[in-house]
Nanobody, 126 residues
Framework: VQLQAFGGGLVQAGGSLRLSCAAS????????MGWFRQAPGKEREFVAS????????FYADSVKGRFTISRDNAKNTVYLQMNSLKPEDTAVYYC????????????????????WGKGTLVTVSS
């Protein structure tokens, strides 16, 4: 599956952005999906993930209560709604998937995942 993330930009602290990730192929509903980010000089980290049907979601503690992951299988798209943004949320955000890794496991197995989209830059100014 090929992925393309978009929707990043510059926003002030406290603001909101919604990222989208469009997937190619007809088997999108078979894939759990995840969002990840990498800040300058830091390692890539897990942000959120969602099960194939959308019924289960998982979040990093740093974004819990502020970010919401969702998906529309009819549109082959996964979203990340980001509210109450902080300067420390500044990073390049990536969507990713792997047919062999479920949504819960993505939090700690993401380095093994085989399908990554190009990232989209989110900059939060203070």
């Amino acid at each position: 599956v090929q992925l393309q993330a978009f929707g990043g930009g510059l926003v002030q602290a406290g603001g909101s952005l919604r990222l989208s990730c469009a997937a190619s192929g007809r088997r999108f509903s078979m894939y759990a999906m995840g969002w990840f980010r990498q800040a300058p000089g830091k390692e890539r980290e897990f942000v959120a993930s969602i099960s194939e049907s959308g019924g289960r979601t998982f979040y990093a503690d740093s974004v819990k209560g502020r970010f919401t992951i969702s998906r529309d299988n009819a549109k082959n798209t996964v979203y990340l709604q980001m509210n109450s943004l902080k300067p420390e949320d500044t990073a390049v955000y990536y969507c990713a998937t792997d047919l062999a890794i479920n949504a819960q496991a993505m939090a700690y197995q993401y380095y093994a995942m085989d399908s990554w989209g190009k990232g989209t830059l989110v900059t939060v100014s203070s």
